[in-house]
């Protein structure tokens, strides 16, 4: 039997943003690849890095495991690993190092090391899987433990021989996703997360993903791991895995972390009656697309099954903007969409994004327009973040310097010449966040005019708060026309 530790390079307390937020998840694609591991005879354990404060904390669990295998394998169903922020980058690197030099073969599979892998092995990883990384992983290991040297057979690989660096070809992505096992979730210590959780919010969520991959055609978006395939777990699958994790871990709510849920024809229909069927009642958030979400049907049947809230990426009130991005939506679509969500219960949240190429003073006031007139529950915003492997990464990389990744979710640095500096993008962010509250608070506040028999404390708080964001959106607003005016 071979052993494995495994680990993953997203380290909470490394992003400060994250860390006061406080609402972590275990990293989902880590437990994915330990659950088929384990399946296979190898024994497995985990090093997690969620709560660590430093890479040298794994060192005590090489040393006491002295694992065959070291495996960083990143969860690429989380978008901050998707980033690839410098600070996680620079703990994979110093892990690697630690783990070679106490002699374990080091293996690596990330979103990162994938469109970095010479990186990588130069910084101490023998192999770099590239791609969706489970069966890459298990022949890779049954190679070694074999005696085998020659790794050139192996689809979805990278490494040094020792003269030059092989890539060979891509693996074709998993089609049966309902063929791997349900996720290692013993091997993590569920009471970490269920506490921050408990403090931060009140409840505890869990992540599951029911999908991997994306078909949509959106030039910004990276998708080193699952591709443009779709494929797609069963009702059934998922909702035994709910179970399971309802009746083990006492969690009240989930994040389904696909990058869209539900899209194949009837699946949320079968899950919503599955959910009646098995009686059990779950709240939970999706990420989804407005084209997706005009038809009634599927609103009503999100809701029926427990969905509380939905992300979809609205990213811009231009049309202009979205047909540049290669989005596929119109703003029509992303009206109608809000508007069934909210006749249904469920709160609509948009990713928003500036900076795009082209985006003129016109377009950002489109947005602006567009959040205060359909006001979203939530909003996300971000500027335009180039990654490689994307369209939009090719159109803007000779600009880009020695800065292509940011630190941590937080810095918001525009690392391409656009129609305004950086420091503006980042006056622009609180700006909007001021206006969007004051809009907020001012429906509020009408509502609570039409019918003050309803107010409630907290109704009558988020009124009065039009009091506050009012003049910090004048403040705000000031700010942002200095730096414009300054051009």
Same mark, same amino acid.
């Given at each position: ?56 904390? +794994? ?12 495996? %960083? ?58 791609? /969706? ?9 049954? =190679? ?6 020659? &790794? ?32 290692a979730w013993d091997l ?19 992540? !599951?993903? @029911? ?13 080193? !791991? ?23 871990? $006492?969690?009240? =709510? ?76 119109? @703003? ?5 969409? @809000?508007?069934?969500?909210?006749? =249904? ?7 928003i994004q500036f900076g ?22 939530? %909003? ?15 159109? +803007?990389?000779? /600009? ?17 010449t656009n129609t305004f500096?950086?420091? &503006? ?10 206006? &969007? ?8 506040? +009408? ?13 009558? $708080?988020?009124?009065?708060? +039009? ?5 910090? @959106? ?14």
């Amino acid at each position: 039997m071979g052993s494995i530790l495994f680990t993953h390079s997203y380290f909470l307390r490394f992003d400060p943003k994250q860390w006061s937020i406080g609402q972590p998840y275990a990293p989902l694609g880590t437990l994915y690849a330990a659950a088929l591991m384990r399946q296979h005879g190898y024994e497995t354990s985990l090093f997690d890095t969620m709560f660590a404060h430093s890479a040298d904390e +794994v060192i005590p669990a090489i040393e006491a495991q002295t694992p065959q295998f070291f495996v %960083i394998y990143d969860d690429g169903f989380n978008y901050l690993t998707k980033m690839c922020l410098t600070n996680m980058r620079e703990a994979a690197f110093k892990m690697c190092k630690l783990a070679k030099e106490r002699g374990c073969t080091v293996i690596v599979s990330s979103s990162d090391s994938t469109d970095r892998y010479a990186e990588y092995l130069a910084e101490g990883a023998d192999l770099v899987i590239i791609g /969706e990384a489970e069966h890459t992983l298990l022949e890779l290991c049954n =190679h070694i433990k074999g005696g085998q040297t020659d &790794y050139s057979g192996i689809m979805g690989l990278a490494f040094d021989d020792g003269h030059k660096i092989t890539k060979t070809p891509a693996r074709p992505v998993l089609k049966d996703l309902d063929s791997l096992p349900l996720p290692a979730w013993d091997l993590v210590d569920m009471d970490k997360y269920r506490d921050m959780w408990m403090r931060h919010t009140g409840y505890f969520s869990i992540n !599951i993903g @029911t999908t991997r991959g994306c078909p949509f055609k959106c030039n910004w978006c990276a998708k080193p !791991i699952y591709g443009n395939r779709y494929n797609s777990r069963s009702p059934q699958n998922v909702v035994a895995e709910i179970k399971l994790l309802k009746q083990n871990y $006492r969690m009240d =709510h989930i994040w389904f972390c696909d990058d869209i849920f539900g899209l194949k024809p009837g699946w949320v229909l079968e899950f919503a009656r599955l959910l009646e069927q098995e009686e059990i009642s779950i709240k939970f958030k999706i990420q989804s697309r407005a084209d997706l979400l005009v038809e009634e049907e599927l609103v009503a049947a999100l809701a029926r099954s427990g969905c509380q809230n939905v992300w979809i990426g609205a990213e811009s009130g231009s049309q202009k903007i979205l047909d540049a991005m290669d989005k596929g939506i119109t @703003t029509t679509q992303i009206a109608t969409a @809000t508007g069934l969500m909210k006749k =249904h219960g469920i709160k609509p949240s948009f990713f928003i994004q500036f900076g795009y190429p082209g985006e003129t003073k016109s377009d950002i006031g489109l947005t602006i327009d567009m959040i205060n007139r359909l006001l979203p529950f939530e %909003i996300g915003i971000s500027v335009s973040y180039p990654l490689p492997g994307t369209g939009f990464y090719e159109k +803007v990389k000779a /600009e880009l310097k020695k800065k292509t990744n940011w630190a941590d979710s937080d810095e918001m640095a525009l690392m391409f010449t656009n129609t305004f500096p950086a420091p &503006y993008y980042k006056q622009l962010h609180s700006y909007v966040h001021q206006n &969007y509250h004051k809009h907020l608070a001012k429906n509020s506040l +009408v509502k609570l005019l039409k019918a003050p028999a309803s107010a409630t404390k907290s109704t009558l $708080r988020k009124a009065l708060s +039009v009091f506050y964001h009012t003049p910090r @959106t004048y403040i705000e607003k000031l700010k942002l026309n200095r730096l414009e005016n300054a051009l």
